[in-house]
């Protein structure tokens, strides 16, 4: 009897003892699984309202708005400006110099005068001598008296009025000196002229082929004691601005 008490005893120390010893497995385990895998662990989800960015629209590496760039302003386009205007003329008796100054006046043009480098003399202006200067020159078609001096900047015009006085139903020869001694391609070019009786007629026709490059408007013949509304009327006709 004392033998089987004590082997109950036993038996029921040694399941107290193995009792604890799995409680205190249990409380010390904190280390994960070692069978090679990691536990699952979960993140919390990513901030979708960030205050630094704006709703809904995508950023750039910087974090910053992805914002189109802004449109850059073009320049304003250059108003076309207005042309220069010369009135260039010969006047041998002053009557060609009164049109050519109140056409300047008018147009608010630059003015130059065709001055030949030997002046003409009464007696080269002789018409009833058949040997006089004048008389020599227009019987001669080749003929190119000389300039004295020049235009300054010729490319600066855009529009060039041509006056000159009728010699034996021409220019004279000295305007053909002129007109070859520029380069008038893409210019508009007006003939006038003065005459005590002569019209206009084709004065012009060896200037014309002579700057055959340029825009030849249609020419007009003044008496020398024209006004300036006159002047003015013709002119303001072409639709030169």
Not at 35 to 40: K, S, Y
Not at 78 to 98: C, D, H, M, R
């Amino acid at each position: 009897m004392k033998k089987l008490t004590a082997f109950i005893l036993a038996t029921m120390i040694v399941l107290s003892l193995a009792a604890c010893g799995n409680e205190a497995n249990m409380a010390g385990n904190t280390e994960p699984p070692q069978n090679g895998t990691e536990a699952p662990r979960t993140e919390a989800p990513a901030d979708t309202n960030n205050e630094n960015d704006a709703p809904g629209e995508p950023t750039d590496s910087a974090g910053e708005p992805d914002t189109p760039p802004e449109d850059v302003p073009s320049e304003p386009e250059q108003e076309p400006t207005g042309g220069k205007i010369l009135v260039a003329y010969f006047s041998a008796t002053n009557n060609t110099e009164g049109i050519a100054q109140k056409l300047s006046d008018g147009l608010g043009a630059d003015l130059y005068e065709i001055t030949p480098a030997e002046p003409y003399t009464d007696a080269d202006l002789n018409y009833g001598d058949s040997k006089s200067r004048t008389s020599v020159e227009m019987d001669d078609p080749s003929a190119r008296p000389e300039i004295s001096g020049a235009v300054e900047n010729m490319e600066q015009y855009d529009v060039v009025f041509i006056g000159y006085p009728i010699w034996w139903g021409e220019a004279p020869r000295i305007m053909s000196t002129f007109i070859e001694s520029y380069d008038f391609s893409g210019k508009t070019l007006v003939a006038f002229c003065t005459s005590g009786s002569s019209g206009f007629g084709s004065s012009d026709s060896a200037l014309r082929a002579a700057a055959s490059g340029a825009t030849w408007l249609d020419g007009h013949r003044f008496s020398a004691g024209a006004s300036a509304d006159d002047v003015m009327d013709w002119a303001n006709g072409l639709g030169i601005s």
